[in-house]
């Protein structure tokens, strides 16, 4: 059974860092792309980004939002994704799920998703 | 950037009614749309890919389609646990976007 479960959210003031985790089991982590995507208190979903898997070289890409505060990374001996997030803003407080993509010629989808953790960012 | 216009933002319906929401593309996205449900607290759930494919344990009563830009997600008839929100998503390029979602209530 694929599981993702995602940790390390809290309350974090502005311009402070975190560091998310999503443990992965059930399937080969390494063969899979991994997103991260957020919802802020009652909106909508945003894509945050994505690392593609070792064969595309971990290469990563990411909302305009967060580029250059935020980096994704991963760790194929524990199956986990990593979101670092620096330079915090207010406006970053949101639930943040992890997904794992599945990907074939002709289709994408998020077809697993973490239950989410919470960030907030206040003084 | 492609932006996703989902509508209605908000539906009211009752226990066995059709219902159908949209989302339009501003421009073509080749079938990469995923239609995904939430409820509240958590996590969205895929019920369709590539526009009109069923998401496998999904019920039937769900249903995907594509016309152009323009593509619809239609519950043929409803039922308690489907009231809960609805976003579209494009996985076509760069950034992964959806749209707003439809908040559907019970009548």
């Known amino acids: 059974e694929v599981q993702l479960v995602e940790s390390g959210g809290g309350l974090v003031q502005p311009g402070g860092s975190l560091r998310l985790s999503c443990a992965a089991s059930?399937?080969?982590?390494?063969?899979?792309?991994m997103d991260w995507v957020r919802q802020a208190p009652g909106k909508g979903l945003e894509w945050v980004g994505r690392i593609r898997n070792k064969a595309n070289s971990y290469s990563t890409e990411f909302a305009a939002s967060v580029k250059g505060r935020f980096t994704i990374s991963g760790d194929d001996s524990k199956n986990s994704l990593y979101l670092q997030m620096n330079s915090l803003k207010t406006e970053d407080t949101a639930v943040y799920f992890c997904a794992r993509l599945y990907a074939a010629a002709g289709t994408h989808r998020h077809d697993y998703w973490g239950q989410g953790t919470l960030v907030t960012v206040s003084s | 950037d492609i932006q996703l216009t989902q509508s209605p933002s908000f539906l009211s319906a009752s226990v066995g009614d059709r219902v159908t929401i949209t989302c339009r593309a501003s421009q073509g996205i080749r079938s990469y749309l995923a239609w995904y449900q939430q409820k509240p607290g958590k996590a969205p759930k895929l019920l369709i890919y590539?526009?009109?494919t069923l998401q496998s344990g999904v019920p039937s009563r769900f249903s995907g389609s594509e016309s152009g830009t323009e593509f619809t997600l239609t519950i043929s008839s409803l039922q308690p646990e489907d009231f809960a929100s609805y976003y579209c998503q494009q996985l076509y390029n760069y950034p992964i976007t959806f749209g707003q979602g439809t908040r559907l209530e019970i009548k």
């Open positions: 059930g399937f080969t982590f390494s063969d899979h792309y």
């Open positions: 590539t526009a009109s």
